[in-house]
């Protein structure tokens, strides 16, 4: 089982430049020779919601916002946790 740490953060992130993405579910054949800035697949947790993983060269495409502790909100955690059906470590 996975977990998360109430000390883990969230932090909001911007895209300066469109982000070409590898979608894993639909073409995982093309990564390959692609310049591409990263890949989109479904979560294993929650295979309705997706994630992405960016590559270095996509680092000047981001501006990063200010970070969240998780544990902020204590309630709303654990209900997300519980959501995606992974543990939260106190």
Request: some cysteine; overall charge negative.
């Amino acid at each position: 089982m996975a977990t998360l740490r109430r000390d883990h953060v969230v932090t909001a992130v911007r895209t300066t430049r469109d982000l070409l993405l590898i979608d894993l579910m639909v073409a995982p054949w093309t990564v390959h020779g692609v310049q591409a800035d990263g890949i989109i697949y479904s979560s294993r947790f929650a295979p309705a919601f997706e994630c992405l993983a960016l590559w270095d060269r996509a680092v000047d495409a981001l501006e990063w916002g200010s970070s969240e502790p998780l544990g902020a909100d204590g309630r709303a955690l654990a209900a997300v946790c519980n959501r995606l059906g992974i543990g939260l470590m106190k």
